[in-house]
């Protein structure tokens, strides 16, 4: 079994907590922008399992888990900014990338904008952006004045997991509860929450390196259809769609997830 451990490193202005384990090819997993977000919470399924094959580097993204909180408004160019100087604190020339929702829409831009830096991408629970506005606004509304109340983080969870109570037991859910409660409280100060959704679907029509949507067809936040217009704008890319799964595949079906994963960033998926 592969051992993952527990880091921190300087990138840019921010210090920044992540996790790292296995040898070989790199793969940069990017979290969500979820309540409690972060970078073990959301792959600690996963990261193992990839880890066998590959290294992998698990970070919390600005404001997120461990790493330092914003102080100013950010929007979308600085969290692909700020994992950019990861890669570069790291000495990584060239990586694989796993992107979860907000996630995604980092490792798309990243992809887009280095693409000699990087080799496939896979995007869970992610379209690119660009949804229709009165769908954005319904996912999105339950987060514009979010607080961290048990009440608040089981009704997100509830709308993100078809099966929440199993894949978020109560010490996952007190660990999610007070990650979140710090996260929020930081981005409160700054009147902002880190919830912009750019629409990044242009940049996904010219893409130039292989990706790999995964999504869930009980997915309440982004119903499956917006993921299907996504890849078909996709040049060469897949598609895999889990049955009885919400929004995030890696955690609802890890084994699943795991094969699929290892099989496309290796080019073995057919």
């Known amino acids: 079994m592969s051992k993952v451990t527990e880091k921190f490193i300087q990138a840019g202005e921010y210090r920044t907590h ?9 793969v940069l997993m990017l979290h969500s922008a979820d309540p409690g977000s972060g970078g073990w ?3 600690r399924e996963n ?4 880890g066998r094959q590959f290294r992998v580097l698990a970070p919390d993204i600005i404001g997120f888990g ?3 909180s914003p102080t100013r408004d950010l929007r979308h160019p ?3 900014e700020h994992m950019v100087q990861f890669l570069d604190a790291l000495g990584v020339k060239k990586t694989h990338l796993v992107g979860n929702c907000r996630g995604g829409l980092i490792s798309i831009s990243i992809a887009a904008e280095h693409p000699d830096r990087v ?23 339950p987060y514009a004045n979010y607080t961290a109340t048990r009440e608040n983080l089981k009704a997100h969870l509830d709308r993100a997991y078809f099966n929440p109570e199993r894949w978020t037991p109560p010490e996952i859910f007190d660990q999610y509860l007070e990650s979140s409660g710090r996260q929020y409280s930081a981005y409160s100060k700054l009147g902002c929450y880190p919830m912009d959704v750019p ?30 217009i996504a890849f078909g704008m996709t040049p060469g890319a897949k598609l895999y769609a889990m049955s009885s799964c919400g929004l995030h595949a890696q955690t609802e079906h890890p084994e ?11 080019g073995e998926l057919n």
């Open 18 to 26: 992540y996790w790292e384990g296995g040898e070989g090819e790199n």
């Open 41 to 43: 919470l959301e792959f």
């Open 47 to 50: 990261m193992e399992a990839l």
């Open 66 to 68: 461990k790493t330092d």
């Open 78 to 80: 600085a969290y692909v």
């Open 119 to 141: 080799g496939r991408v896979i995007l869970i629970g992610n379209a690119g952006g660009g949804i229709p506005p009165e769908l954005e606004q319904k996912a999105l509304a």
């Open 199 to 228: 629409n990044l679907r242009p940049l996904l029509a010219k893409m130039t390196v292989p990706v790999l949507f995964v999504t869930g067809k009980e997915n309440k936040i982004l119903p499956i259809e917006q993921a299907l």
């Open 256 to 266: 699943e997830f795991n094969r699929i994963a290892v099989e496309f960033l290796k």
